[in-house]
């Protein structure tokens, strides 16, 4: 009985039972947290599937897609008018960002067409006008370069770990979108038609300043992402 007893509280009897209490308390909470993720995610599937394509949101989606080639269009020719033409399409085209999404969720029309198309009709917006502005010289080559790499890479990233665990949108991605869309306005206005030279020149100092800021939090806000993706992926998965 001694032996037994010694055996039944030695140091390998101890590790079995922490080893138990590990499987426990460990992955099977996880595991159950996944399970209702991918429930979750599955019942959102369903629901878009019985959803028609052709809705109000994903028509205000594809139209923001359409706009993009005109706002380049309008970029090309050197005046005035065309350059606040191109500033009244892409605040257009931008405004419809929140207007699609909030009528597919509050109509109950989100879609999987709606999920795919939604951030690449933003990202088109933003890139487009990132390499117009870039190809005029008014911003220099690495601001669309750090931009298209970090909103690609994200991207992909996101895409890759939704079988373990959808990644939202943090505060600083948030953050990130107003800077990028208010440094672009703030190009494509045509201050210096409008104010005079050195009004202009302060204006468009503002704008400089507000650029590299923008940089600057979306390499901050990439870098978190791939923080977070990192713990995830170290996250043990379990049957």
């Known amino acids: 009985m001694a032996g037994h007893d010694a055996e039944s509280t030695g140091p390998g009897a101890q590790v079995a039972v922490r080893s138990r209490l590990y499987r426990r308390a460990g ?6 947290g996944r399970r209702r ?20 949101a994903n028509i205000i989606t594809m139209v923001r897609i359409a706009l993009v080639p ?4 309008l970029m090309v020719p050197e005046s005035t008018a065309a350059r606040l033409a191109a500033l ?16 597919a969720r509050s ?14 009709a933003d990202k088109a917006l933003v890139l487009g006008a990132l ?35 959808v990644m939202a949108a943090s505060n ?28 202009a020149d302060v204006v468009l100092g503002i704008v400089w300043w507000l650029m590299v800021i923008a940089v600057a939090v979306t390499v901050v806000t990439g870098l978190d992402y791939v923080v977070r993706a990192v713990r995830i992926a170290r996250t043990p998965r379990t049957a």
């Open 131 to 165: 390499l117009v502005l870039w190809a005029e010289g008014t911003i220099p080559w690495w601001v669309p370069t750090v931009i298209i790499v970090r909103e690609l890479g994200i991207t992909l990233m996101r895409l890759a770990m939704v079988r373990r665990a």
């Open 70 to 73: 005109v706002f380049v269009l």
């Open 107 to 120: 109509r109950g029309l989100v879609t999987s067409f709606g999920k795919i198309a939604d951030p690449i």
């Open 88 to 103: 009244a399409v892409f605040v257009g085209a931008a405004a419809t960002d929140k207007l699609d999404g909030h009528i």
């Open 172 to 199: 600083g991605g948030k953050l990130k979108t107003v800077l990028q869309f208010s440094f672009i306005v703030g190009y494509l206005v045509p201050w210096s038609a409008l104010l005079p030279g050195a009004a």
């Open 27 to 32: 992955p099977e909470p996880l595991a159950r």
């Open 37 to 56: 993720t991918l429930e979750v995610m599955q019942t959102e599937n369903d629901r878009a599937a019985q959803v028609p394509l052709w809705n109000l």
